[in-house]
């Protein structure tokens, strides 16, 4: 599956894995990052069991967002923990800053059923996915 709106586009994994992925790029609008978590809970409605799902975050390409923005991405975290994601994996790159803000609102999201690591590529993500079951 894939979609695109906005600065985001979300696929599903090639191979099986119970993995989402997002990438966005530019500043995400308040209604994007809405559709976002949306269709990330679409994305994964198959796998609301025990085993959860892995989420990939490519933040790369993505800046900071304004306070409104920030309570729509600790909805995101919210989203994903309802939805019985286990691991989220952020792809940083050189985006130190919009990490920052990622841990604040995972912190604000209070959401201890998910782990949060980030890596500064794709295939590091994957393979810390890989090593949890992913």
């Known amino acids: 599956m894939e979609k695109e709106v906005g600065c985001f586009k979300i696929w599903t994994d090639e191979n099986d894995r119970r993995i989402v992925y997002s990438k966005g790029h530019g500043v995400a609008k308040a209604h ?31 800046q900071q967002v304004s306070p409104k923005g920030s309570t729509r991405y600790v909805k995101l975290h919210e989203t994903l923990a309802s939805n019985h994601c286990k691991y989220i994996a952020y792809i940083e790159g050189n985006s130190y800053e919009v990490s920052v ?34």
């Open 32 to 62: 994007e990052v809405e559709w976002l978590y949306e269709t990330i809970a679409e994305f994964s409605k198959g796998w609301q069991d025990e085993t959860g799902w892995a989420y990939v975050a490519l933040i790369e390409e993505l």
């Open 101 to 134: 803000q990622a841990a604040r609102h995972k912190k604000m999201s209070n959401t201890p059923q998910t782990e949060n690591k980030y890596f500064i590529t794709l295939d590091e993500g994957l393979e810390w996915l890989a090593s949890k079951g992913f």
